[in-house]
């Protein structure tokens, strides 16, 4: 078993109007001694921003802004722009993030030089009907019934004049091209789907019909095991290691107390990302200590960035959709302990 050390929570919600609701799931940069954290801030009415501050190692706070890094701007994020995640690729940083209209929830992306101004390039997930994605990935094969099972169907009442949209969330890039090209996961509940693309602008509606009609070739991670069983999501942005990428991800099960949010692993061939080399067959982080247990929602884990020190891997996670906490381990013992669990298969 691997030694997890619960650092505590170390981002709370504050008297400042644009966060006075909530802070949760945090996208994290590290440069050297500083980790950057991009964090959802959530005001009365659940409406959400992009917070930022920064840490001096892996847990000191040393700067925190009283103002919003990034605000709606469009009718696709009227009502929030929430869990970001970021990564730099050459000299871009690329941050993506659910926007959310009151309605339908999809992955965007913004793009930096300087983490200080960023480009929104829109929506960048399909933007289809739920039944339009449906006639195309069963055109060819067989459709888990959980697709339609988990099909949102939010605020439409509210909101009568919205179309309502496949929701595709949790969008993470790889740190890095694989092959000259960019690979992104995302979710469409309840499976881990990737993508892959020369260019961002080749994400076009030809190229999410064609995906779509190939929709199991793009599924890299199913549910597997009971902790995961209802559905899983991506956390962190891959991690790059000698047996694989790393993927931490968050595994969501279904209980007579509602839904339990765990942080979950597995490794990711390095040069096929398509291809699961091993997975943890028990929860990596589950809700355990009051601020996990009790919040906005309850018994929640939800993994979304990393730092490392040394050995040490520090993965920072939303705490019952209140609080930012964190939990730390050795990344070698993580892999190993991966390794044992490898499939036979491969």
Known sequence: ????????????????????????????????????????????????????????????????????LLSPEFDYESHGIEDPRIVKIDDIFYMTFSAYDGVNAMGALATSTDLINFERH???????????????????????????????????????????????????????????????????????QLACVKNISDLTPAYWTDYFLHLNANIVLCPKYEHEISYIGGGCPPIETSEGWLLIYHGVHDTAEGYVYSACAALLDIDNPTKEIARLPYPLIKPELSWELTGDVNNVVFPTGTSLFDNTLYIYYGAADNKIACASLSLQELIAELLLYKFKSL
Not at 11 to 40: C, D, M
Not at 53 to 66: H, T, Y
Not at 131 to 153: D, G, M, P, Q, T
């Open 1 to 68: 078993m691997i030694t997890i050390k619960k650092e505590g929570v170390i981002l709370k919600k504050t008297a400042n109007s644009f966060e006075n609701e909530a802070v949760s799931n945090p996208g994290i940069l590290q440069n050297g001694n500083t980790v950057h954290i991009f964090y959802r801030a959530v005001r009365k009415g659940n409406y959400s921003t992009i917070g930022y501050c920064q840490l001096d190692g892996p847990l000191k706070v040393v700067q925190r802004n009283e103002t919003p």
């Open 122 to 192: 829109g929506i960048i997930v399909p933007q289809v009907a739920f039944e339009e994605f449906k006639r195309f990935a069963e055109s060819n094969a067989h459709l888990n019934e959980k697709y339609e099972r988990f099909h949102v169907h939010n605020n439409i009442m509210n909101n009568p004049d919205k179309k309502m949209l496949l929701w595709d969330k949790n969008v993470i890039f790889f740190p890095r091209k694989i092959n000259e090209k960019f690979y992104f996961l995302h979710r469409i509940r309840p499976d881990i």
